[in-house]
T-cell receptor
Framework: EADIYQTPRYLVIGTGKKITLECSQTMGHDKMYWYQQDPGMELHLIHYSYGVNSTEKGDLSSESTVSRIRTEHFPLTLESARPSHTSQYLC??????????????FGEGSRLTVL | GNSVTQMEGPVTLSEEAFLTINCTYTATGYPSLFWYVQYPGEGLQLLLKATKADDKGSNKGFEATYRKETTSFHLEKGSVQVSDSAVYFCALKDASGYSTLTFGKGTMLLVSP
């Protein structure tokens, strides 16, 4: 079973609030990812990291930001939430071999609703 | 660029029916191919994979064969169970070490008793 954890699982928040979605993994994986999953289930890569102090934007432009100060931790922040940010956010990680072979481990997701 | 096309769902089946979910891809070179599954309320998990042409990935009764001539990786299961109800994602990873996974849009499977 994968050891990657996301909190909160569910969050309902008002417009304009700052939120941080937490993601931690205990597998020592260098590579971590954030995906946004829309209601139609499609996955969009919004951020990824190859290691500490490395962050890259993904295929879908996002107003969120990420940081990677520690290997195990990859939080995602929205400075000012809007209803358009309502979505499910999935965090994933892989080791170097997994990144090359495409084997990712996913957390259970954080479902964000912005009113 | 890389792309993955899956059949649209939902796919609705009765228990013990045969399942096929079609997946075709576009990629340069020789990508690795995957099926991920997302059970209700959970994240994705790797179901099976194939890394070269004619490879067959299999797990939990599911199978998929990497067909380079038809650029396909169709998912099959001979007899589905209610517990197989989930969303299934086809994905590819090209040979570049810096590329990330490209996912299809997902196909929901609903199995009734």
């Amino acid at each position: 079973e994968a050891d990657i954890y996301q909190t909160p699982r569910y969050l309902v928040i008002g417009t304009g609030k700052k939120i941080t979605l937490e993601c931690s993994q205990t597998m020592g994986h260098d590579k971590m990812y954030w995906y946004q999953q829309d209601p139609g289930m499609e996955l969009h890569l919004i951020h990824y990291s190859y290691g500490v102090n490395s962050t890259e934007k993904g295929d879908l432009s996002s107003e969120s930001t990420v940081s990677r100060i520690r290997t195990e931790h990859f939080p995602l922040t929205l400075e000012s939430a809007r209803p358009s940010h309502t979505s499910q956010y999935l965090c994933a990680s892989s080791d170097v071999a997994g990144a090359n072979t495409g084997e990712l481990f996913f957390g259970e997701g954080s479902r964000l609703t912005v009113l | 660029g890389n792309s993955v096309t899956q059949m649209e769902g939902p796919v609705t089946l009765s228990e013990e029916a045969f399942l096929t979910i079609n997946c075709t891809y576009t990629a340069t070179g020789y990508p690795s191919l995957f099926w991920y599954v997302q059970y209700p309320g959970e994240g994705l998990q790797l179901l099976l994979k194939a890394t070269k042409a004619d490879d067959k990935g299999s797990n939990k009764g599911f199978e998929a064969t990497y067909r380079k001539e038809t650029t396909s990786f169709h998912l099959e299961k001979g007899s589905v169970q209610v517990s197989d109800s989930a969303v299934y994602f086809c994905a590819l990873k090209d040979a570049s070490g810096y590329s990330t996974l490209t996912f299809g849009k997902g196909t929901m499977l609903l199995v009734s008793p």
